[in-house]
């Protein structure tokens, strides 16, 4: 309180003599220090503040709660950027080949190098000694030996006009010959990336530069991810990545105290220096709780806050994504609903911002931010907010300044393959192009990554999508995605001659080194294999059917985690977090033990219930009728697919497996075989009960085969939102005693979480 007050030296005097008491719980110690920090931050003692934070952090204290502060934890994210940022906590670029990352528009490169004992650099237009351009190289140079001095026989031209950079955004050209390099940028940050082009391009063992010359620029205008920390900027110079975002400020929640507040300006200003574009999100200050826009109070406060980021160089995240409605009700009082006023409130807000910053910039995720899919949950948002989809996306297109961006996740909330006519529609229903907020990208159980994983990102959306966007964010954290990360930015910067495999085996060197694809990629390829058995940590009976494969895959996972940690330690760090390498493992790993542990009969006892659900249905529905011969499956005897969790829920209902679209990363649960005995021969009937859920419109088709032999190929016969029963006649010369009866879907595109999928409830095989 006395903080907030500005009366730091009282706050201090209260405080120190508890600094040193060790006999304190956990949370009450780290509250002394932390606020020893903040009142010696807020009167401009920043050493004060960091030997405080130190202090802390040797202490090595546990704060961590549930929802709760975690001061312990915020010494240790304030620290770095108190300190001062090195831009080598990475060691970065660990490996490039003596090659530019991402691949260059045109390059001719050659295999003659030129020797960089000692350097000396001439800067030119706009680039001055303590330019950070010049001290990054400085310190990489530094960090391979390579010497910076007057007289050296090398010379760095940086911007002098000595050669053309290509006139577009971040456009950039390096020439080096024996005698020098030559660097020039169209813009600020091109000089950037012709600087880090110049980095990438040494030989560091051997101290010299690959002789080549480079004209580039990215197809995609920003690039980068949403969550970061202090070694992000790092990160995102060396994949060029043009934004750093960190949509959950240290602020959110508990306000701007200086040391919080410090760590959303220090890294506006940092990125700044390159020309990286740095976005602050704090969601406290848009949904929770929810301020009503009609009050000039709220203007003042966000104007006050914004205005920081702004002149520190950062720019904004307003973010409505989570929950925008109900409005507060003086909002509701006054303009009815959001379209009455949100987007003329941030016009005003963002025009107001920029009369101080002129290059300030605003992407705004509205509460409807995809389509043009109509999801269930924007009509529910239309009744509560007593809103229009269509009239609140009107209101953007007429009344949002054109320079604020908006976040567009594509055709639905998680979207892998966007089109042009994906963009088209958005670009007329926001009156601008969007920006694509990426969900999900991870392509394993819980939407998890394995670091290595060659995702097509340049195959699966439309050629030229970059010059439809006006960016494109990862919903992911920086640097423990980098390696997925930079090799999803190589597509958007040259979409045409990015590899997905060679793209992430070069962004794996770059940030580990040599070796280390090539030991992981065997883990990353058996959780392909895995995904074929399970979806979101399932057990399914096609595991128990397999259960040593799938026991033999997770092993090939698991080993070659354990060798790639054990070689490369610094891949810890790049571990894709949550979502990574080890928390994939550890799901597969429960489900086989689980596996390991049930009875031939668990799916039989556990959808008991609901097998005799299904079986009266069958009845009602297939005229299943067992005294004539006829035969009845239900998941336990289908083997493939995914088990539909979330129709499963309804007690009343069989038990249902899905089968999902087409996708190019991988064969997905789209497929699944009923095995049967015919005990008499003669033709059968296969008659299936089940509904579809579409994609983009697109019917739903898959693929009947009996013992390897197409039986039927097309429309499902199911209907969207609804149960239907289709029939398919089982022709008596197809069939044996022993048969199976195999099912694909060959519907295109969707992602594991939405349409096209096939959902299908039980089978009766009915004897004709």
């Given at each position: 309180y006395l903080v907030y007050l500005g009366r730091n030296d009282l706050a201090i005097s209260v405080l120190s003599p508890f600094a040193g008491q060790t006999n304190l719980v956990p949370m009450q110690q780290a509250n002394i220090l932390v606020w020893l920090a903040e009142a010696s931050l807020n009167k401009g003692d920043k050493a004060a503040a960091i030997r405080y934070l130190e202090d802390l952090n040797k202490r090595n204290l546990d704060t961590s709660t549930r929802g709760g502060p975690n001061p312990a934890g915020l010494a240790r994210e304030v620290l770095p950027w108190l300190k001062g940022l090195t831009l080598d906590e990475l060691k970065l670029p660990v490996e490039t080949g003596s090659k530019a990352f991402p691949l260059p528009q045109e390059a001719k490169y050659t295999d003659a190098f030129a020797p960089l004992a000692s350097v000396k650099i001439a800067p030119g237009k706009g680039i001055n000694p303590d330019d950070a351009r010049v001290k990054l190289l400085k310190t990489k140079f530094a960090r391979f030996g390579i010497k910076v001095e007057d007289g050296a026989p090398f010379t760095i031209s940086i911007n002098e006009g000595k050669i053309a950079a290509p006139a577009k955004e971040e456009g950039y050209a390096v020439s080096v010959t024996r005698n020098g390099a030559v660097l020039q940028g169209h813009d600020k940050i091109g000089t950037t990336w012709a600087v880090v082009t110049l980095i990438q391009l040494v030989d560091q063992a051997n101290k010299a530069a690959r002789i080549c010359d480079i004209r580039d620029w990215p197809e995609t205008p920003q690039r980068g991810p949403l969550m970061s920390d202090w070694r992000s900027v790092?990160?995102?110079?060396?994949?060029?990545?043009?934004?750093?975002?960190?949509?959950?400020?240290?602020?959110?929640?508990?306000?701007e105290t200086p040391?919080?507040?410090?760590?959303?300006?220090?890294?506006?200003?940092?990125?700044?220096?390159?020309?990286?574009?740095?976005?602050?999100?704090?969601?406290?200050?848009?949904?929770?709780?929810?301020?009503?826009l009609t009050s000039e109070r709220t203007f003042r406060l966000h104007c006050g806050v914004f205005s920081k980021i702004a002149e520190a160089g950062g720019h904004v995240l307003f973010l409505y994504d989570d929950v925008r409605y109900p409005l507060h009700p003086e909002d509701v009082k006054i303009n009815?609903?959001?379209?009455?006023?949100?987007?003329?409130?941030?016009?005003r807000l963002f025009r107001e911002i920029r009369k101080k910053a002129p290059g300030f910039r605003m992407i705004f995720c509205q509460p409807f931010y995809w389509g043009p899919y109509y999801a269930g949950i924007f009509k529910a948002m239309e009744k509560q907010g007593n809103e229009s989809w269509a009239e609140y996306n009107r209101s953007l297109k007429a009344?949002?300044?054109?320079?604020?961006?908006?976040f567009w996740t594509g055709i639905?909330?998680?979207?892998?393959?966007?089109?042009?006519?994906?963009t088209a529609w958005a670009r007329d229903a926001y009156g601008r192009k969007p920006f694509v907020w990426q969900n999900r990208p991870f392509p394993h159980t819980y939407h998890s990554g394995a670091v290595v994983d060659a995702i097509p990102w340049a195959r699966m959306h439309d050629e030229g999508l970059g010059s439809e966007l006006n960016g494109f964010a990862y919903n992911q954290y920086s640097p423990s995605c980098a390696i997925p990360i930079a090799a999803w930015n190589e597509a958007l910067w040259n979409q045409a001659q990015s590899d997905a495999r060679e793209s992430v085996k070069r962004a794996s060197e770059l940030f580990c080194g040599k070796g280390f694809f090539e030991m992981l990629e065997p883990g990353s390829k058996a959780f392909y294999e895995i995904d074929g058995y399970s979806r979101e940590g399932q057990f399914t009976p096609y595991i128990l059917k397999n259960l040593d494969r799938f026991e033999a895959a997770v092993k090939i996972a698991r080993d070659a985690y354990d060798k790639a940690v054990k070689a490369y330690p610094q891949a810890k760090i790049y571990n894709c977090g949550g979502y990574g390498y080890g928390s994939t493992l550890s799901y597969v790993e429960d489900i086989l033990k689980a596996a390991k542990a049930a009875k031939p009969d668990y799916f039989q006892a556990r959808f008991a219930a609901k097998i005799a659900a299904g079986r009266e249905l069958a009845a009602k529905e297939a005229g299943f009728d067992p005294a004539k011969g006829d035969l009845y499956k239900s998941l336990p005897d289908m083997l493939g697919g995914e088990i539909a969790d979330y129709y499963n829920k309804r007690p009343k209902d069989p038990a249902s497996i899905l089968l999902r679209g087409i996708q190019l990363d991988q064969a997905r649960v789209n497929w699944l075989e009923i095995p049967f005995e015919a005990e008499t021969p003669g033709p059968y009937e296969l008659r299936l009960s089940g509904q579809v859920e579409e994609h983009r419109d697109v019917p739903v088709t898959w693929r009947i085969l009996l013992n390897g032999k197409v039986v039927h190929e097309g429309l499902t016969g199911f209907k969207q939102g609804e149960r239907a029963v289709a029939a398919y006649a089982l022709p008596g010369d197809k069939l044996g005693k022993n048969n199976v009866i195999r099912i694909e879907s060959t519907a295109p595109g969707g992602t594991p979480w939405n349409g096209p999928w096939i959902m299908i409830d039980y089978a009766v095989l009915k004897r004709k």
């Amino acid at each position: 309180y006395l903080v907030y007050l500005g009366r730091n030296d009282l706050a201090i005097s209260v405080l120190s003599p508890f600094a040193g008491q060790t006999n304190l719980v956990p949370m009450q110690q780290a509250n002394i220090l932390v606020w020893l920090a903040e009142a010696s931050l807020n009167k401009g003692d920043k050493a004060a503040a960091i030997r405080y934070l130190e202090d802390l952090n040797k202490r090595n204290l546990d704060t961590s709660t549930r929802g709760g502060p975690n001061p312990a934890g915020l010494a240790r994210e304030v620290l770095p950027w108190l300190k001062g940022l090195t831009l080598d906590e990475l060691k970065l670029p660990v490996e490039t080949g003596s090659k530019a990352f991402p691949l260059p528009q045109e390059a001719k490169y050659t295999d003659a190098f030129a020797p960089l004992a000692s350097v000396k650099i001439a800067p030119g237009k706009g680039i001055n000694p303590d330019d950070a351009r010049v001290k990054l190289l400085k310190t990489k140079f530094a960090r391979f030996g390579i010497k910076v001095e007057d007289g050296a026989p090398f010379t760095i031209s940086i911007n002098e006009g000595k050669i053309a950079a290509p006139a577009k955004e971040e456009g950039y050209a390096v020439s080096v010959t024996r005698n020098g390099a030559v660097l020039q940028g169209h813009d600020k940050i091109g000089t950037t990336w012709a600087v880090v082009t110049l980095i990438q391009l040494v030989d560091q063992a051997n101290k010299a530069a690959r002789i080549c010359d480079i004209r580039d620029w990215p197809e995609t205008p920003q690039r980068g991810p949403l969550m970061s920390d202090w070694r992000s900027v790092e990160a995102a110079l060396f994949t060029k990545s043009s934004m750093v975002a960190d949509q959950e400020t240290l602020t959110q929640n508990w306000g701007e105290t200086p040391l919080r507040l410090f760590t959303v300006l220090e890294p506006c200003r940092s990125c700044a220096e390159f020309g990286i574009n740095f976005y602050a999100g704090d969601r406290s200050l848009t949904m929770y709780p929810k301020y009503p826009l009609t009050s000039e109070r709220t203007f003042r406060l966000h104007c006050g806050v914004f205005s920081k980021i702004a002149e520190a160089g950062g720019h904004v995240l307003f973010l409505y994504d989570d929950v925008r409605y109900p409005l507060h009700p003086e909002d509701v009082k006054i303009n009815k609903n959001g379209a009455g006023q949100d987007a003329k409130y941030l016009t005003r807000l963002f025009r107001e911002i920029r009369k101080k910053a002129p290059g300030f910039r605003m992407i705004f995720c509205q509460p409807f931010y995809w389509g043009p899919y109509y999801a269930g949950i924007f009509k529910a948002m239309e009744k509560q907010g007593n809103e229009s989809w269509a009239e609140y996306n009107r209101s953007l297109k007429a009344e949002l300044d054109p320079a604020i961006d908006v976040f567009w996740t594509g055709i639905r909330l998680v979207s892998h393959d966007i089109a042009k006519s994906d963009t088209a529609w958005a670009r007329d229903a926001y009156g601008r192009k969007p920006f694509v907020w990426q969900n999900r990208p991870f392509p394993h159980t819980y939407h998890s990554g394995a670091v290595v994983d060659a995702i097509p990102w340049a195959r699966m959306h439309d050629e030229g999508l970059g010059s439809e966007l006006n960016g494109f964010a990862y919903n992911q954290y920086s640097p423990s995605c980098a390696i997925p990360i930079a090799a999803w930015n190589e597509a958007l910067w040259n979409q045409a001659q990015s590899d997905a495999r060679e793209s992430v085996k070069r962004a794996s060197e770059l940030f580990c080194g040599k070796g280390f694809f090539e030991m992981l990629e065997p883990g990353s390829k058996a959780f392909y294999e895995i995904d074929g058995y399970s979806r979101e940590g399932q057990f399914t009976p096609y595991i128990l059917k397999n259960l040593d494969r799938f026991e033999a895959a997770v092993k090939i996972a698991r080993d070659a985690y354990d060798k790639a940690v054990k070689a490369y330690p610094q891949a810890k760090i790049y571990n894709c977090g949550g979502y990574g390498y080890g928390s994939t493992l550890s799901y597969v790993e429960d489900i086989l033990k689980a596996a390991k542990a049930a009875k031939p009969d668990y799916f039989q006892a556990r959808f008991a219930a609901k097998i005799a659900a299904g079986r009266e249905l069958a009845a009602k529905e297939a005229g299943f009728d067992p005294a004539k011969g006829d035969l009845y499956k239900s998941l336990p005897d289908m083997l493939g697919g995914e088990i539909a969790d979330y129709y499963n829920k309804r007690p009343k209902d069989p038990a249902s497996i899905l089968l999902r679209g087409i996708q190019l990363d991988q064969a997905r649960v789209n497929w699944l075989e009923i095995p049967f005995e015919a005990e008499t021969p003669g033709p059968y009937e296969l008659r299936l009960s089940g509904q579809v859920e579409e994609h983009r419109d697109v019917p739903v088709t898959w693929r009947i085969l009996l013992n390897g032999k197409v039986v039927h190929e097309g429309l499902t016969g199911f209907k969207q939102g609804e149960r239907a029963v289709a029939a398919y006649a089982l022709p008596g010369d197809k069939l044996g005693k022993n048969n199976v009866i195999r099912i694909e879907s060959t519907a295109p595109g969707g992602t594991p979480w939405n349409g096209p999928w096939i959902m299908i409830d039980y089978a009766v095989l009915k004897r004709k």
